[in-house]
Structures are given as structure tokens and as C-alpha cells.
């Protein structure tokens, strides 16, 4: 299963680096994603990293100060956060994308792990 870790309190304008590892299963021949869930809302789409060239693709919301990266050797996926605002508080998923579905919606993905809190103080 994936295990989402690296959250924390952070003040606004800060960064933090989540890491999403695997036990158990090779995830580096998958693409891969991360969802955030704020207190009293639904599970979003922040971003996710295709398998072919490691292409990634972004939430509008997080575009430009999110970024993900992945370490085959490691079988790690990792998901920095630079400028980090208040309303990114919010519990962090990583999950496994099933090929050739639609890469932000929520069905499409499986093996979700625990999350990792991130909360930002304005």
C-alpha cells in the first residue's frame, strides 16, 4: 500500500515536500497521483505524474507553486509545495492512476494510502 508522509504546520509563503512510498508493489511503472481533503469538503485533484516522460499535470489552484517529481530507485513520489496558502490546509493522498483513465477524476484512481496533514497559518 502507499503511505503519504512530510506534513506538518507551516506559516503561509512556506514550502513543505510530501513523499508518497509503496511497500509491497512496484508503483515506479504506474502513474501516479495526489488529492487533497479539506475539513467539510470533497476530495480534490492537486496534480499527477504520467508514467511516459514523467509528463505532470496540475489543479489550476495549485499550478505554478506545486510540483511532482518521482524516484523509480526509491519507488517514491514526491509532491513540493512552494508558497503555501491557508486555504491549502488540508489532509494530502497519493494514489495509483489506472492507465488510460481521466487523470483528475478521483475514479481513477486506487490503492489509496493514509494521508499526511498539511496545515498552513496565515
Known amino acids: 500500500q502507499l503511505q503519504a508522509s512530510g506534513g506538518g504546520v507551516v506559516q503561509a509563503g512556506g514550502s513543505l515536500r510530501l513523499s508518497c512510498t509503496a511497500s509491497?508493489?512496484?508503483?515506479?511503472?504506474?502513474?501516479m497521483g495526489w488529492f487533497r481533503q479539506a475539513p467539510g469538503k470533497e476530495r480534490e485533484f492537486v496534480g499527477t505524474?504520467?508514467?511516459?516522460?514523467?509528463?505532470?499535470y496540475y489543479a489550476d489552484s495549485v499550478k505554478g507553486r506545486f510540483t511532482i517529481s518521482r524516484d523509480k530507485g526509491k519507488n517514491t513520489v514526491y509532491l513540493q509545495m512552494n508558497s503555501l496558502k491557508p486555504e491549502d490546509t488540508a489532509v494530502y493522498y497519493c494514489?495509483?492512476?489506472?492507465?488510460?483513465?481521466?487523470?483528475?477524476?478521483?475514479?481513477?484512481?486506487?490503492?489509496w494510502g493514509q494521508g499526511t496533514l498539511v496545515t498552513v497559518s496565515s
Open positions: 494514489a495509483r492512476r489506472i492507465f488510460g483513465r481521466d487523470r483528475q477524476s478521483r475514479g481513477s484512481y486506487v490503492n
Open positions: 509491497g508493489h512496484i508503483f515506479s511503472n504506474y502513474p
Open positions: 505524474i504520467d508514467l511516459n516522460y514523467d509528463n505532470t
